[in-house]
Every structure is written in structure tokens, then in C-alpha cells.
């Protein structure tokens, strides 16, 4: 004769939702994973493919000279109309090669680029692809929850 506890749990419905069941198949599924992999390497070979191709804006080098000048000078004097943090990330790579440019007080042209434009930009933008992968993979982290 079966008692009320195995009648209780026998007659007990399942309470899981479709919600649940297709946000745990879709978080363990390779796919899941695959496509922000995916998107995010052709996000970074784009970027890449951009930076060989595309020459310095008018205002990129005002922002190396701004983050070159807030290392070595250790305060920001000219060009403070963004926040410094992005200047400073990415002058790391620049003041790290030994590149700078050296920009006259009248600002029409740079007077020097060291070693080269190309390569003072390619390090200056690479810190910007990265900070777009991070912001990539912490929007698919916020996503998959």
C-alpha cells in the first residue's frame, strides 16, 4: 500500500519553465559560444585591416600627443576636452616604442613623427581593438544571463 509521502510526490507538477530549459540549453550549446567567437574575430580582423589601410584622422594625433604629454609631464595642459583615460591606454604602446610627434603651439601640422605615422598609429589604435573585444565579450557575458 503506498503512502501519502510517495502519493505527494508523485502528484507534485514540474514547475520549470520553457525559459529555463531553452537559457540552459543555449548557454551549454557550442553555438552559443561559436558566434560571439565568430563576430568578435571579424570585428578584430576588420579593425586590423582598417588600421593598415586608413591614415591618421585630424584628431588622432592630438590624443597621442595629449597621452605622450600626460606620461612624460604627468598632467594634461593641452587638449582636455575628453577624459584622459583612453589618451592614457593608448599611449602605453607609443611611449613603450619609443614613438612620439611633436605638433607645433600653432597646431597647423606635426613637425615630427617617430619612427613613422604607420607605426605610431598601429600602436595607438591597437589599444582601442582591444578595449572593443573587451566591451565585445562583456556584452555576451550580460547577454547570456
Known sequence: MPTLESDAAQSKPN???????????????????????LLLLLFVGQCLWFMRTQSLTNDEALHIVAGTEAWRLGRFERWNDHPPLVF????????????SISIGYDVRYADAIYPSPEVV???????????????????????RR
Open 15 to 37: 514547475h520549470t519553465s520553457a525559459y529555463e530549459v531553452s537559457n540552459a540549453s543555449r548557454s551549454n550549446s557550442p553555438i552559443g559560444r561559436v558566434i560571439p567567437a
Open 121 to 143: 598609429a598601429w600602436y595607438g589604435r591597437i589599444v582601442i581593438v582591444g578595449l572593443g573585444v573587451l566591451l565585445g565579450i562583456l556584452l555576451w557575458l550580460a547577454a
Open 88 to 99: 592614457l591606454l593608448s599611449t602605453l604602446p607609443v611611449i613603450a616604442k619609443g614613438g
